[in-house]
Nanobody, 115 residues
Framework: QVQLVESGGGLVQPGGSLRLSCAAS????????MNWYRQAPGKQRELVAT???????NYADSVQGRFTISRDDAKNTIYLQMNSLGPEDTAVYYC?????????WGRGTQVTVSS
């Protein structure tokens, strides 16, 4: 069983930045891939960014160049640095982990971009 706890969400003005964190209850070396998803009101959940155990990353086209996913293995935590935020980034952001082909989800953290 893997528990994931997100933090760092909040209200930010357009053009601002936020850093989300996702703390895992297990050693993240055992997790093949960790992901950030988001779900805006009335929309389907979408994959935002992925980081794998070897450090390779992937991003959705909509966030490429603005968001950076990273990991701190010593803290069993991944991060999502979000820059140049716009209203279209408003959503609940979820952390997701694929460990031994079992997927785990956090409860999410709200990000609201508004002036």
């Amino acid at each position: 069983q893997v528990q994931l706890v997100e933090s760092g969400g909040g209200l930010v003005q357009p053009g601002g930045s936020l850093r989300l964190s996702c703390a895992a209850s297990v050693n993240i070396f055992s997790i093949y891939a960790m992901n950030w998803y988001r779900q805006a009101p009335g929309k389907q959940r979408e994959l935002v960014a992925t980081i794998r155990v070897g450090g390779t990353t992937n991003y959705a086209d909509s966030v490429q160049g603005r968001f950076t996913i990273s990991r701190d293995d010593a803290k069993n935590t991944i991060y999502l640095q979000m820059n140049s935020l716009g209203p279209e980034d408003t959503a609940v952001y979820y952390c997701n982990a694929n460990r031994y082909n079992i997927y785990y989800w956090g409860r999410g953290t709200q990000v609201t971009v508004s002036s």
